[in-house]
């Protein structure tokens, strides 16, 4: 009986040839199903909930832990969002971020090493989401910071990992930016971007066209319906970025 968050058959088939294959682990122990793991960390990404609180028919919730940590290291579930982002209609690039508080359970990881990429400000403890999604509003790639970072810094190494000849990009007046606009016509794009207000001169906009930005946020949104994305309880930027892609590998099988 498939159960509320669990993933269907038809949504199993297209990512279950992406896994790592099901051998067994140490001492000749089968180890759990990948299905089952999987169904446990999409339960987690929905519910929000603590890896203590996940349910037995999950398993151990260090097997799960211990297989999303492996995942995510090796890099299969970067390689399984890349291969369904193949499919990305590149017509229309639209660019956005978005703000999401962290919540105290986030603090406390160990400072050295790569950044977790928790700010601080006025507004308390913060990461930012940035991410490109395609014509139809499915994502095409993702990057997370420190919720104080200014958007327009993260255009561009978005932009560098998606190729966008004869695309529109789309943006709000928050990425008018002569060196964004400057890459964009380089790499043969067409910006889509109001300029500031109050600018000396004020660039033609396809308002038309620029409605179709409303995607992004959209695909904000989705990615909020994720109780474990919608407010960050990780300490770790990578398992952080790990449940928003996994996120967004469900957002592709839709």
Avoid at 60 to 83: A, C, E, H, M, Q
Avoid at 143 to 166: K, T
Avoid at 193 to 208: T, V, Y
Wanted: aromatic share 12%.
């Amino acid at each position: 009986m498939l159960r509320r968050y669990e993933l269907t058959d038809e949504e199993w088939l297209r990512i279950e040839p992406l896994l790592p294959p099901e051998n067994t682990g140490k001492q000749g122990r089968p180890r759990k199903d990948n299905r089952i793991i999987m169904n446990g960390i999409v339960w987690l990404a929905r519910s929000g909930a603590p890896w203590r609180d996940l349910p037995e028919r999950y398993g151990s919730w260090k097997t799960v832990y211990s297989r999303f940590r492996k995942w995510i290291d090796d890099g299969i579930l970067d390689n399984i969002f890349r291969i369904l982002s193949l499919e990305a209609e590149l017509e229309e690039l639209s660019i956005d971020a978005s703000i999401i508080q962290a919540h105290q359970h986030s603090a406390g990881a160990k400072k050295r090493g790569p950044s977790n990429e928790i700010g601080h400000s006025r507004g308390g403890a913060s990461t930012k989401i940035h991410a490109v999604v395609d014509a139809y509003g499915y994502p095409v790639y993702l990057m997370i910071s420190e919720g104080q970072r200014n958007d327009i810094n993260y255009a561009i190494p978005l932009l560098d990992q998606i190729e966008i000849n004869g695309s529109n990009v789309l943006a709000d007046r928050g990425y008018d930016s002569n060196k964004l606009l400057d890459y964009v016509y380089a790499r043969g794009g067409e910006p889509t971007i109001p300029s500031r207000k109050g600018a000396k001169f004020e660039r033609h906009c396809d308002w038309w066209l620029y409605k179709e930005r409303h995607l992004v946020e959209k695909y904000f949104l989705k990615l909020k319906a994720f109780r474990r994305i919608a407010t960050r309880y990780d300490k770790l930027a990578a398992t952080y970025l790990g449940f928003i892609c996994i996120a967004s590998i469900l957002i592709w099988l839709k």
